[in-house]
């Protein structure tokens, strides 16, 4: 009796560890690139959430700095060694993303919010236009950084590099990023201004200094998200940034706009859960999912996963 | 001498210019040979006076009751769709539907009518599936906004931009193919044969939101939009007045839709993304967020602009000018910065949130030539005060320059960016302490 | 004791903010026709006792009276189970909530301690506006602007011309209401209370920012509606020369408590009251 | 300052006006015929309408000049961006229209032509669809015509091709909203499954650049080849993740993917692509060296091309349809549109680099063959595999 119950439960244990094998062998690849796309969306989205939380700004151009840095790295490599270019993108989407604060949306920053939002809006629209300009609007192809785009295999998945780099990266960044936010005077100075702008501002923080910061964070992030995700997807065209720009919007949504670690987990999700979709042959829908899932964290959890709540002053 | 009005001579002038514009459209349309570059200007009047009434219906929302929202071009698309769906003729629906069996609807509501009632029915065939496409759309809003309407204006915009993108996925499915016909575009379906039916339409639902936001429903929406607190206070049911609003606003974009659809003669989804709401929202912008009129002014200004005026800036040649920067893409990025710079410096647009009269007009055009003489006047003082305020702005600028280095020099322990927090706590408190005393 | 009939009361009002009690334990009553001041130092949760009253916040706890009827109650649930610090925990099991525009219909009316005029209007249609919620025509009616629609609004117009004139504002009617100077702002936000036909007001700081001379009009203008629109009116004050003028009955709070209550008299000889205005040892 | 800004504002959109007003009117001298040209240069399909745009001028560049009766005329070319976008083919065929044109050329990617197609008709302009290979461009609309195949011939050649070669399971993916790949993938899997193939069908929504899953999907249904008819954008992108997951099947596609964007995208990858296509580089050693010294000459044209000088197979049909609507106002005799078109439907060409041009009775092209191509990874040149026939 006793051997044969031993012998039923190993062969359940077995059974079940042969069904997770498999779903695991079949469902690898989606998880793989999900994973990898999820920390792609989570170099952006932090910038749009520590934007969102110190202006409560949308920053729309968001994605378009990430399509540009995206597109510079094209034409930089053509004349220049790849690792000084790679620098030079970073330091690119730095200036790009500090001078449109200062020029498009500093002079606002008194302005109704709706101006300071079509601001952004502008300044996207300027900057694909001005994309579609450039590259003719013809798709450019990403430079092939042989090491990110080797080829590996786990399991019964074949992918690239960049693929296992990429949340490697990420949450290395982000653990930086959280360190800093917490133990230096500036990181003080973000919360600060976060929790309350025009307290802080009374208080002797120097606002613009730490909106610059911040800017200078959310853009470089998102330019070596950039560097990732192009060596993943390798084509670059003028609107190249506005889906994952979106995505990433909703992934700082989904895991409460102002937190960096919320953001993070929400890109992971959104990336896990839009390629379990489409290899669940849901395709039609994989972009629409992302915003069904925004519609439904902001109907159940308005703060999103990590978010707080903030009580108007009446 | 008093330049107004009174209301009946206004009211009279009014329709008179009305007037001269419809007949202007209705015989340009048919007297203006293809060949001509005037029958350009038709055609951005039928497109403006569509966008016209799309952007008034964003502007009811954005400019009129405070609401950030996103979706109008996921709005348009379900009502050019609903038009297209059911007027396509009986014996087209073989080609048109040609992947899904000629579709599941196999007749048109304008043929239905037209073989009963003639050349009446034709037009009200029309008329009913365009009433059908706003209604549906209004609908459609309606249930949209229970659950996004309670959300904050941010989160707002992006939800309703949400909606938009899956309405357009929806659209495409194929498994809705024999309605929707997929990805593939819906033609063949009946158009206007003359240009004033649009303008007409649009003409009339643009009276019809004008009244609205000057009847007690239209203060009720603007009092939200001032002060959502206060309106509140003040007995108005936010959420209802909002959703009352919203659903309005989708219905003329649902009709603005059918429009569209007539006027492009085939209709797909891919069109419909977000930069058509942005381009929408950019004409309000233009015109000025609270005016309706500036709505109509920017919407014309816009699809004249960007389909005919400037494009020369991609043929190479403008207004006698060429240059090797002028090629394809080149009017759509000088039309960026046009609209950056309004946004910047102008952020009224046209007309800020005042509405066109005729006192208004008229003290305007007088007060032209006095403008005209005072204007080198006007540019000295302006001179002297930007003269003045640059000086006043060095001298802060100056003292700010001061005070830094004062606080440099207070900072010997060399502090910086990202000093460690034990060492920043102390400088804070010592600076506090310092001030106190 | 007052005899006249309670219009307005509050039992056990508490309101807590994460760890911080905000207002703790207020009772509170408001008599017909009676004007009673809310006094306090600054952050002593006045505010927030409108807002609990009015529907902007729910409150963690207690209940609120209209005209003999309980319309907002509240206990503490979920997560303020246990982090309530406050009294009475076990006293109510009801959860009442109503947003603010029905407390408005039920004739609760207030102003607003930092102005909130709808600013992109005139003065006119500041007061039209509060009319809204009264009037009956459909979204339809009105905007195609039916016989019955436009009497409706003929007779909106008019009554609110009459109100202006009754707060010295006739002659600024189509004036921006952002244009107006301060004080005729403050005048301008009780007319727009009024028009909402209020039984009960309740009035913010309606003083704040005034000299002398303009605190004393304030208190003659308050007196007079009161008799004229036949209301009860609760007044938050600072200004101790108003509340200590018109008030029959005071309460004051600090740190969200309750000190003490009583005539103007009694508060004025109240050693608690004295020491937290004065500010014993800090 | 604002002012200024408002002033100045003001000021450049009269003066545009009447730069619009006049700009169009007044140029048509009566030694000069105008060629429309209807394509994109931006948006989705905007390589390919470039690309297109290439060969009309290129021809335009050999043959400046067309002798209609006795007298000469200067052809110039009117170019307009469709923007690939329906909502703006319609204004900017009118615009053409506007301008006086005699006939029209394009567009590349066919939901633009149908679109336009009623303006044209309207204004009873011929107009020349260069590879729009959609059944409905010309169906329903007499001012239509075209020089290239159809979608259910190319859809046909394509199943006939890959059930030849021993495959038996197709993975179909198309692009949601895009009605060319939709509707090739519809005639090819009707052609497939009735030839007893088994076909799974996918759809990738618009601006999606992620195909890691569509890839894994392929490989999980265990398909034997990878169908994908979309644009060259889409393409490449594909193509990078068929060779990162090695994807193990060879990918078929249409014409849009005989274009110097693929076998730069394939070049040096372990993959195997096979398209079909309207032309076959070598096929006229004459057009194509003439091209390739023009491309290294302008450098725009070769930015236009994608910065090298490979040959597209738009390109050459972008040239023939240049030389068809020549013989087009030649046969009229005359420049009027009205004329050309009459002249258009017994109108047959021969010599042309992509094979003779005559049309039947709805306006198509009579084309019995396509060419079928490969891809040679390690050169990254295009290698002519065969003729296929729709039989």
């Known amino acids: 009796m006793d051997t044969s119950g031993s012998r039923q439960a190993s062969r359940t244990y077995y059974l079940r560890k042969n069904i997770i094998m498999g779903l695991l062998h079949t469902w690898l690849p989606y998880i793989l690139a999900g994973i990898a796309v999820g920390g792609q969306y989570a170099l952006i989205a932090i910038g749009y959430t520590m934007v969102y939380g110190i202006l409560r700004l949308i920053n729309f151009a968001h994605g378009d700095v990430f399509m540009w840095s995206g597109l510079i790295m094209v034409y930089l490599v053509t004349v220049l060694p790849l690792w000084l270019s790679v620098i030079l993108v970073i330091a690119f989407a730095i200036v790009l993303g500090t001078t449109i604060e200062r020029v498009a949306y500093r002079p606002l920053r008194t302005a109704p919010r709706m101006s300071i939002m079509i601001s952004a809006i502008g300044v996207s629209y300027l900057l694909q236009n001005f994309a579609l300009y450039i590259t003719g609007g013809l798709t450019k192809t990403y430079p092939s950084i042989s090491w990110l785009q080797k080829t590996v295999k786990i399991g019964s998945a074949t992918t690239k590099m960049v693929t296992l780099i990429t949340p490697v990266l990420t949450i290395v960044l982000v653990f930086i990023l959280v360190m800093l936010i917490k133990h230096t005077k500036i990181g003080m100075a973000m919360r600060a201004v976060s929790r309350d702008f025009e307290t802080s501002s009374l208080m002797g923080i ?109 | 001498m008093d330049t107004r009005l009174d209301n009946k001579k206004k009211i009279a002038l009014s329709a008179a210019c009305l007037i001269l514009f419809m007949v202007f459209v209705y015989f340009g349309d048919i007297m203006i040979r293809p060949g001509s570059s005037m029958k350009m200007l038709i055609t951005v009047i039928e497109k403006g006076s569509i966008f016209a009434l799309v952007a008034a219906s964003m502007n009811l929302l954005n400019g009129f009751t405070g609401l950030f929202s996103l979706g109008q071009a996921g709005f348009m698309l379900i009502g050019a769709y609903t038009y297209a769906i059911f007027t396509i003729p009986a014996d087209s629906h073989d080609k048109v539907y040609q992947y899904f069996n000629g579709g599941i609807i196999k007749w048109s509501i304008v043929e239905i009518l037209e073989s009963k009632l003639g050349l009446a029915g034709h037009y009200l065939g029309m008329l009913i599936p365009m009433l059908m496409a706003g209604l549906l759309v209004a609908l459609i809003g309606f249930l949209i906004g229970i659950p996004v309407l309670r959300l904050k204006s941010d989160y707002l915009a992006i939800a309703t931009l949400g909606f938009a993108e899956i309405i357009r996925a929806f659209f495409q499915w194929n498994t809705l193919g024999p309605l929707t016909n997929g990805s593939n575009v819906l033609r063949k379906y009946t158009t206007y044969k003359n240009a004033i039916f649009p303008v007409m339409i649009a003409g009339i639902s643009i009276a019809i939101i004008l009244l609205l936001i000057n009847s007690t429903y239209g203060r009720a929406f603007r009092a939200i ?55 929408i929202l950019l004409i309000v912008v ?149 001030r106190n005393g | 004791m007052d005899n006249r009939q309670v219009v307005l009361k509050l039992s056990d009002i508490t309101m807590q903010f994460g760890g911080v009690v905000a207002v703790d334990n207020l009772n509170l009553e408001v008599h017909k026709n009676e004007i009673v001041g809310l006094i306090g130092p600054n952050g002593a949760g006045k505010t927030t006792a409108f807002n609990c009253i009015t529907g902007v916040y729910e409150p963690t706890n207690g209940a609120v009276e209209i005209n003999g009827q309980v319309v907002i109650e509240n206990y503490p649930k979920g997560k303020m189970k246990d982090a309530y610090k406050g009294r009475n925990k076990d006293k109510y099991t009801r959860t009442l909530t109503m947003l603010p525009d029905k407390v408005t219909g039920l004739g609760v009316a207030r102003t607003f301690q930092n102005i909130r005029l709808f600013k992109g209007m005139t003065v006119l249609e500041n007061v039209m506006v509060a009319m809204h919620m009264n009037q009956t025509e459909s979204v339809f009616a009105a905007t195609f602007r039916t016989k019955k629609a436009r009497a409706q609004e003929k007779a909106m117009r008019e009554e609110a011309m009459e109100l202006l004139k009754k707060v010295d504002l006739y002659e600024n009617m189509d004036d921006l209401s952002t244009s107006l100077p301060y004080g005729k702002q403050r005048h301008l936000e009780i007319a727009r209370a009024l028009a909402t036909h209020p039984t009960i007001l309740l009035l913010d700081e309606p ?55 009583g005539t103007p008299e009694e508060i004025q000889a109240n050693p608690a009251v004295i020491e937290a205005y004065l500010g014993g040892d800090e | 300052m604002k002012k200024l800004i408002a002033l100045t504002l003001t000021l450049v959109l009269a003066l545009t006006f009447c730069a619009g007003c006049g700009g169009g009117g007044g140029s048509a001298s009566g030694d000069t015929i105008k060629i429309g040209v209807f394509e994109p240069a931006s948006g989705d399909n905007g390589a390919g309408g470039k690309q297109e745009t290439l060969g009309i001028q290129y021809a335009n560049k050999v043959q400046p000049t067309v002798t209609i009766g006795d007298k000469e005329y200067n052809v110039e070319l009117v170019v307009v961006d469709n923007e690939s976008d329906n909502s703006k083919a319609v204004t900017a065929a009118q615009n053409l229209v ?103 069908e996918e759809q990738f929504p618009d601006k999606n650049s992620d195909f890691t899953s569509y890839v894994a999907n392929a490989k999980k249904a265990g398909c ?90 738009v390109t050459a049909m972008g040239y023939d349809a240049y030389f068809v609507a020549l013989e087009a106002f030649k046969a009229a005799g005359s420049t009027d549109p009205a004329d050309v078109l009459a002249a258009l439907p017994s109108l047959e060409v021969k010599g042309l680099v992509c094979g003779d041009v005559s049309f039947n009775e709805t306006g198509d092209a009579n084309k019995t063959e396509a060419f079928v191509k490969k891809c040679n990874t390690e050169t990254g040149e295009w290698e002519f595999l065969k003729k296929q026939s729709a039989q």
Request: with cysteine.
């Open chain 1, 206 to 314: 120097d606002i613009n200094r730490v909106i610059t910061v911040t800017f200078i964070i959310g853009c470089a992030l998102a330019s070596i998200g950039s560097i990732l995700y192009f060596s993943n997807y390798t084509g670059i065209n003028p609107m190249s940034g506005a889906m994952p720009g979106l995505k990433a919007f909703v992934a700082a949504v989904f895991g409460g706009i102002g937190s960096v670690p919320g953001a993070v987990v929400g890109a992971f999700v959104i990336g896990i859960c839009e390629n379990l979709i489409k290899g669940a042959g849901w395709t039609t829908f994989s972009d629409a999912f992302t915003f069904v899932l925004l519609i439904i964290i902001l109907m159940v959890k308005p703060t999103g996963l990590f978010g707080e709540k903030n009580l108007d002053k009446v």
């Open chain 2, 225 to 279: 939009r001032d002060d959502e607190i206060a309106a509140e206070a003040m007995g108005i049911n936010l959420f209802k007045h909002k959703e009352m609003s919203f659903v309005i606003s989708s219905f003329f974009a649902g009709i603005s839709g059918a429009l569209l659809a007539m006027f492009q003669t085939t209709i797909s989804a891919t069109p419909f993304t977000t930069v058509m709401t942005y381009e």
């Open chain 2, 286 to 434: 233009i015109g000025g967020i609270g005016s309706i009129t500036g709505s109509v002014i920017g919407a014309f200004l816009f699809t004249a602009a960007s389909e005919w005026w400037l494009r020369g800036l991609d043929a190479g040649k403008w207004m006698g000018i060429s240059s090797s920067l002028m090629r394809p893409g080149f009017r759509k990025v000088v039309f960026a910065i046009l609209i950056m710079l309004i946004v910047l410096f102008y952020s009224r647009g046209i007309m800020g949130d005042k509405e066109f009269s005729w006192d208004g007009f008229f003290a305007w055009c007088k007060s032209r030539p006095a403008a005209v003489k005072a204007w080198p006047e006007k540019r000295k003082a302006s001179r002297a005060a930007k003269k003045e305020a640059r000086a006043v702005k060095s001298a802060a600028k100056a003292r700010a320059k001061q005070a830094k280095e004062e606080k440099e020099a207070r900072k010997s322990s060399g502090e910086g960016l990202f000093t460690p927090l034990v060492l920043a706590d102390h400088v804070v408190v010592f600076e506090k302490e310092g």
């Open chain 3, 207 to 261: 003083a704040a920012g005034m000299n002398p001379q303009e605190s004393d009009d304030l208190m003659k203008f308050i007196g007079r509606i009161r008799e004229e629109f036949d209301l009860s009116i609760l007044m938050i004050e600072h200004h101790m020369q108003v509340v200590m003028g018109i008030c029959e009955h005071i309460y004051v709070l600090n740190y969200g408590g309750q000190i003490a209550d």
């Open chain 4, 98 to 200: 506007s301008q006086n044109v005699s006939i029209v050329l394009g567009s590349y990617g066919s939901s633009v032509s149908i679109a336009a197609a009623d303006v044209f008709a309207d204004a009873g302009m011929p107009a020349i669809g260069v590879t729009c290979t959609n059944p409905q461009v010309t169906a329903d609309c007499e001012q239509y015509f075209r020089i290239c195949f159809l979608d259910p011939f190319q859809g046909t050649v394509l199943a006939n091709y890959a059930y030849e070669n021993g495959m038996r399971k197709a993975y179909c993916l198309s692009k949601l909203g895009d009605d060319y790949s939709v509707g090739l993938v519809n005639y090819f899997v009707e052609a497939f499954k009735g030839l007893g193939g088994e076909v799974v």
């Open chain 4, 224 to 313: 034997d080849v990878f169908f994908s008819p979309v644009s060259t954008e889409a393409a490449a992108l594909i193509i990078d993740q068929a060779e990162a997951q090695s994807l193990g099947m060879p990918i078929l596609a249409g014409d849009t993917w005989d274009s110097n964007v693929i076998t730069g995208a394939a070049k040096g990858k372990n993959v195997e692509i096979v398209v079909t296509t309207f032309y076959q580089e070598g096929g006229n050693p004459e057009f194509d060296e003439g091209i390739k010294a023009w491309f290294e000459e302008d450098k725009d044209a070769m930015t236009n091309n994608g910065g090298n000088t490979d040959l597209a197979a």
